[in-house]
């Protein structure tokens, strides 16, 4: 599984996503520009000039017309995917860490931490169809005062809006009043992803505890926790087989001391029923911080603080592994249908 660079940053990569067809990939990094490149081969299409700050995160419209990206000079800038655009750019009180599009991309969210004398929030903003009717006030404030929110997430349907923080929390609230409907303590520290399956019944978070946890979407019951021996800060579920893959390593202020065997910077990968971890992805030289699967499942990015991803195309021998027991879970659940 030899890897495809994507060599397009100078500063630590802070996130990388697919396009909901999968052909598509986003890189944001701490140095400002965001970078679209191609799935298949990796090749650079453009760049979005426009932030002044470390990007943070991003997000892509369900037909891939707009991203958003959100970063550390106050602002979330909405973009034109195709030409680089910058369509509408919305003011925040603080550094903003995360952004997520609703279910229909008629609204996103958006969180900052404590700053100063301003507590941590989160936004609510509405997109409308023409930039000229763009808002450049949210049309919700949620204050957090005892925590410090790290991202946030759209639960299905755009019933809630999810927040992981500092402490390992997991909270709810409701994207209509901003009323905070229930919290769980998912995690001994801090949160630093999460992601949900394809159908978001399952959601999985990864924490600087040394565990990645598997919860049900709906009622938060721990379903799997995988424990590790290094700090996880990025896990995702493959979108067609019953895989978790995991990314993470010794934390940034250790690396230049610490070998790359040593400090651990594989993406692993497990199987979600069985626990079983069955393969590991070497080649970073710093922490992995984000990870993404294709929709297709084919494929994966990781993005690490030694400032490179990787896009690897998974072998055959991969898609041949657990084979015997997937058609024995297919015949399984046939006999009870």
């Known amino acids: 599984m030899q890897p495809i660079m994507l060599k397009g940053h100078e500063r630590p990569i802070t996130m990388v996503k697919y ?4 052909d598509l990939i986003i890189t944001c990094a701490k140095d400002t520009i965001p970078n679209l490149w191609r799935a298949d081969t990796g090749e650079r299409i453009g760049t979005f000039h426009g932030h002044g700050g470390a990007v943070r995160a991003c997000d892509i419209s ?13 602002k979330v800038i909405l973009w034109e995917m195709e030409s680089g655009r910058e369509i ?9 860490l995360s952004c997520s599009l609703a279910e229909g991309d008629k609204q996103f969210a958006s969180c900052t931490n404590k700053f100063m004398t301003i507590p941590a929030q989160i936004f609510i903003w509405n997109i409308a169809a023409n930039e000229d009717e763009m808002s450049p006030l949210p049309i ?16 299905s349907l755009n019933k809630k809006v999810l927040a992981y923080d500092a402490g390992g929390s997991i909270s709810f609230y409701n994207p209509d ?3 905070l409907l229930e919290s769980h303590q998912v995690h001994k520290k801090q949160i630093k992803d999460v992601q ?3 159908e978001k019944t399952l959601l999985i978070s990864a924490s600087v505890d040394m565990n990645a946890v598997v919860s049900d979407a709906s009622t938060m019951k721990e379903v799997k926790r995988f424990e590790t021996d290094r700090p996880v800060n990025a896990a995702a579920f493959s979108p067609i087989k019953e895989h978790v893959f995991m990314g993470g390593g010794q934390d940034a202020q250790s ?10 910077f594989e993406t692993r990968m497990f199987h979600l029923v069985y626990q079983e971890e069955f393969g590991r992805v070497k080649g970073h030289f710093g ?24 896009l690897h195309h998974l072998d055959q021998e991969y898609f041949d592994f657990y084979k015997e027991e997937d058609e024995a879970d297919r015949v399984a659940e046939a006999k009870k249908k």
């Open 19 to 22: 396009n909901r067809d999968g």
């Open 62 to 74: 369900f037909d891939s017309s707009r991203l958003l990206t959100a970063a550390a000079d106050n």
């Open 88 to 96: 509408f750019s919305f003011q925040h009180p603080a550094p903003v």
């Open 140 to 155: 919700l404030n949620i204050n957090i005062s005892d925590a410090q929110v790290h991202g946030v997430r759209w639960t």
């Open 177 to 179: 009043n901003g009323e």
């Open 196 to 198: 949900f399956n394809r």
């Open 255 to 264: 690396v230049t001391t610490t070998s790359g065997k040593s400090g651990k």
């Open 287 to 310: 922490p992995i911080n984000t990870l993404a699967i294709c929709p297709d499942g084919r494929s994966f990015v990781s993005g690490g603080e030694d400032g490179y991803c990787r």
